[in-house]
T-cell receptor, first 113, second 115 residues
């Protein structure tokens, strides 16, 4: 079963606009990570936010985490056509000695030039 | 660094045939993961190894699937016999350690089609 669920499933915006994707999860986590996947390629790590952090920035990316609501958002500012990809949140929860990194279903972002 | 290397990139095989997918993790990484991605089920963890030892194989769908890691630089995922429902993209990934928070680096995937 999937721990994280992204919303929306698909998002289409114009170049220069901001894109916001949301992720909800169900159980306690150590951290939450966002990954990007270009069509036909593997996933690439974008940013990690720990459970005791509320906001984190990296370049044009801004991630927020609300552990009380079990939700996170990824904001891409000033989007570019090259940002077109699928974006996945992944919840990182340790259970004993086993690491559990569970991916959501993804948001397909299309940035129109 | 060459990143995680997977082979083959694409494979088309007939139902009932054995399929072997190969992975070379990033040098120095102690954890290796096999994921499967389909439209219906998304990205699922099949198995992961830490220091060449399988830690969690609860995601392996059934006995037709097996994975090995004979040394720190090589792992295989085998499907025998293959079935059409096994058609998917299979990703290998590695991280420095199994500790929570370590970035996981993905290979480019093996695109499997079973006809």
């Amino acid at each position: 079963s999937q721990q994280g669920e992204e919303d929306p499933q698909a998002l289409s915006i114009q170049e220069g606009e901001n894109a916001t994707m949301n992720c909800s999860y169900k159980t306690s986590i150590n951290n939450l990570q966002w990954y990007r996947q270009n069509s036909g390629r593997g996933l690439v790590h974008l940013i990690l936010i720990r459970s005791n952090e509320r906001e984190k920035h990296s370049g044009r990316l801004r991630v927020t985490l609300d552990t009380s609501k079990k939700s996170s958002s990824l904001l891409i500012t000033a989007s570019r056509a090259a940002d077109t990809a699928s974006y996945f949140c992944a919840t990182d929860a340790a259970s004993g000695s086993a690491r559990q990194l569970t991916f959501g279903s993804g948001t397909q972002l299309t940035v129109l030039p | 660094d060459a990143g995680v290397i997977q082979s083959p990139r694409h494979e088309v095989t007939e139902m009932g045939q054995e399929v072997t997918l190969r992975c070379k993790p990033i040098s120095g990484h102690n954890s290796l993961f096999w994921y499967r991605q389909t439209m219906m089920r998304g990205l699922e963890l099949l198995i992961y190894f830490n220091n060449n030892v399988p830690i969690d194989d609860s995601g392996m769908p059934e006995d037709r699937f097996s994975a090995k890691m004979p040394n720190a630089s090589f792992s295989t995922l085998k499907i025998q016999p293959s079935e059409p429902r096994d058609s998917a993209v299979y990703f290998c990934a590695s991280s420095l350690t199994a500790s929570s928070g370590n970035t996981i680096y993905f290979g480019e995937g093996s695109w499997l089609t079973v006809v």
